[in-house]
Nanobody, 115 residues
Framework: QVQLVESGGGLVQPGGSLRLSCAAS????????MGWFRQPPGKERELVAA???????NYADSVKGRFTISRDVGKNTVYLQMNSLNPEDTAVYYC?????????WGQGTQVTVSS
């Protein structure tokens, strides 16, 4: 079993910042690809940022230069630093980890950008 627990969402004004965290636990051996997805109201879930086992991080065009994904290998935790937030970033944000071809998801954390 693999569990992902997200935290750090909330309400923020336009131009503000938030930092999301995702702690992974369970049968995880080695460094696995992880990522952040989001689902805006009434829309499909979309990739926001990904950090592979090795290699470079990857970002959606809409967040490049504003969001940064990082990980703490020792804590099995991935972070998403979100700066210069705008109302279009409002969504439920989900953490993902891929193990052996299987995708595991967190419960999601709401991010609302509004004045």
């Amino acid at each position: 079993q693999v569990q992902l627990v997200e935290s750090g969402g909330g309400l923020v004004q336009p131009g503000g910042s938030l930092r999301l965290s995702c702690a992974a636990s369970g049968y995880i051996y080695g460094i696995k690809p992880m990522g952040w997805f989001r689902q805006p109201p009434g829309k499909e879930r979309e990739l926001v940022a990904a950090i592979p086992s090795v290699g470079m991080t990857n970002y959606a065009d809409s967040v490049k230069g504003r969001f940064t994904i990082s990980r703490d290998v020792g804590k099995n935790t991935v972070y998403l630093q979100m700066n210069s937030l705008n109302p279009e970033d409002t969504a439920v944000y989900y953490c993902n980890i891929r193990i052996g071809g299987n995708d595991y998801w967190g419960q999601g954390t709401q991010v609302t950008v509004s004045s």
